[in-house]
């Protein structure tokens, strides 16, 4: 038993152990290039239709609805961080070993998405006319799990901060009335700011 703990104890000192941190330590160099900001700030938002093949269809061509996706781009500036952070901690070994760099924008958007709502501009259903919401229909993918959430479950999580410089709404069905599937969406967020974004008309069967 003896043995067995001198032999952790060895290990513990050889490999060190690293207690992740945000402080910069100027008496080691882990050569991190300079970076201009750990998060991204949001400037503005636009739509595009697009497969999930990876090409765009063209304006009003047909695609099916378990195709289709709508991409929400952002249009970003990194945000207030001009020296390079390091994550550091307590090792034996090489110091280049016990840091890792960040990178621009690696915590994701400093806004959070207080209220998204499409809007049909064409006649979706029998209960859903030019005009209506239809939040219902709409789906989100959530990156991390890699599964789709509602958009009323997504907006209303603590932790819907974006990480990323766009992300995707789904349609569960297809039209049932008009196949030229036409939308407005608006965005608004924990700033205040508001968005008003259109995609081009697609035909969904």
């Known amino acids: 038993m003896k043995k067995f703990v001198l032999f952790l104890l060895v290990l ?6 690293t207690f992740p941190s945000c402080i910069i330590d100027d008496d080691i160099d882990c050569n991190c290039p300079p970076i201009t900001g750990g998060y991204f700030r949001i400037l503005d938002l ?12 063209t304006q009003n061509s047909t695609i099916s609805h378990v ?3 709508l991409r929400i781009n952002i249009g970003y500036e990194f945000y207030a961080c001009t020296k390079p952070d390091i994550n550091k901690g307590f090792s034996l070994i090489n110091s280049a070993l016990a840091c890792s760099c960040i990178y621009d924008g690696i915590y994701g958007a400093k806004e959070k998405i207080e209220e998204i709502v499409v809007i049909t501009k064409n ?6 006319l030019a005009g209506d919401t239809i939040n219902q ?11 789709k959430e509602s958009l009323q479950a997504f907006v209303g999580r603590d932790d819907n901060l974006l990480q990323f410089d766009g992300f995707e709404l789904f349609l569960k069905n297809a039209p049932q009335l008009d196949s030229l599937f036409e939308v407005e ?21």
């Open 12 to 17: 513990f000192l050889v490999i060190g152990v």
């Open 67 to 69: 195709d289709f996706l």
């Open 137 to 147: 229909q709409m789906e989100i993918l959530d990156y991390f799990f890699g599964e």
């Open 46 to 57: 636009d739509l595009t239709n697009y497969s999930i093949f990876g090409f765009k269809p």
């Open 123 to 128: 006649d979706f259903s029998n209960d859903l």
């Open 185 to 205: 969406i608006k965005i608004t967020l924990d700033n205040g700011e508001e968005f008003t974004i259109e995609n081009e008309p697609v035909i969904i069967e």
